[in-house]
């Protein structure tokens, strides 16, 4: 599978953002898609996760009812809408793929897309 990120760039706090992740090379029927984000000397951080058959989806706490993911299934592209952006969540995203359940291993990920949130 192959996994390209679009949509970062420079915003102001408190604006929205949409990132895509473009998915090929696989039919992700057994899928779940899962975006993260790495700021500077910080660790990779979790950010949401759906199962691409049924479009279940789970978040983690610092993006809760912020953000949004969801997926295009005709157009194997997931999304990542995010709300209300803050300084913090600056950071590169990255778009990862695991094939099968849980355990989740994600043995597929994209290049990366950079937001920058302003104050």
């Known amino acids: 599978a192959q996994l390209v990120e679009s949509g970062g760039k420079l915003v102001q706090a408190g604006e929205s953002l949409r990132l895509s992740c473009s998915a090929s090379g696989d039919t992700f029927d057994d899928y779940a898609v899962a975006w993260f984000r790495q700021a500077p000397g910080k660790e990779r951080e979790f950010v949401a996760r759906?199962?691409?058959?049924?479009?279940?989806?789970y978040y983690g706490d610092s993006v809760k009812g912020r953000f949004t993911i969801s997926r295009d299934t005709a157009k194997k592209v997931v999304y990542l809408q995010m709300y209300n952006l803050k300084p913090e969540d600056t950071a590169v995203y990255y778009c990862a793929a695991a094939p099968g359940g849980i355990p989740y291993s994600y043995n597929y990920w994209g290049q990366g897309t950079q937001v920058t949130v302003s104050s």
């Open positions: 759906i199962n691409w058959s049924v479009g279940t989806t």
